[in-house]
């Protein structure tokens, strides 16, 4: 079991999951092309291949999208914003899958709106990571020039291994928490899902 592994061993691990995802690796690397500052494949295309492969489905198995977060605050009008999207729906259009790039120097602006909480400003991509509704969830990962991969996990990677859901109450409202984690355990009915801190 590989959430029972030293951290070395679980990143090896980590990989060689994940490069099973042949999206997801092929979206990885088409995304170093575009050359985004502060750069990663995050959230759900990440732990749900993970609890696929886990639970012997396909690695793809109800992955609705990929996420590519940066980070720019140099210029945080939509506009900037727009543009990179749009650069990334030509490079990603041949993909049998939708690829969501998403500039976190900007989610101050809208999130309030949508959410129902004020954010504050994001420092960076790693920051914004942070504050996923479960830490199950926080993780990130770019290739590096050396073909190594850089790892962003602020809460390691153990629970996502286990298949076990854990709320991480900093940002997102109990609500958002809690609806995410019942579509997830329906699609994963073999997941652990701990609740939401009184």
Known sequence: MLGRLPLS??????????????????????????????????????FQTVWNVATGRPPTNGIKDY?????????????????????????????????????EARVHLWYEQK????????????SAIDCFAATTCCLGIRPESDGGWRVYAPHG????????????????PREVYETKAAR??????ELTVLPWPN
């Open 67 to 103: 996420d590519i977060f940066y980070f720019d605050n140099t210029d945080l009008s939509w506009e900037a914003e727009d543009a990179v999207i749009k650069s990334g729906q030509a490079l990603f259009a041949d993909l049998p899958a939708e690829v969501e790039i998403r500039n």
């Open 184 to 189: 997830w355990k329906h699609q994963w009915p």
């Open 157 to 172: 990677l153990s629970d996502m291994f286990n298949l076990l859901v854990r709320p991480n109450p900093v940002l997102a």
């Open 9 to 46: 061993e679980q990143l090896d691990g980590l990989r060689a999951v994940l490069t099973q995802n042949e999206i997801l690796t092929d979206v990885m690397t088409r995304a170093a092309a575009l050359e985004l500052p502060g750069w990663y494949m995050t959230a759900g295309c990440l």
């Open 115 to 126: 959410f129902g909480v004020p954010c504050p400003p994001y420092e960076s991509t790693e």
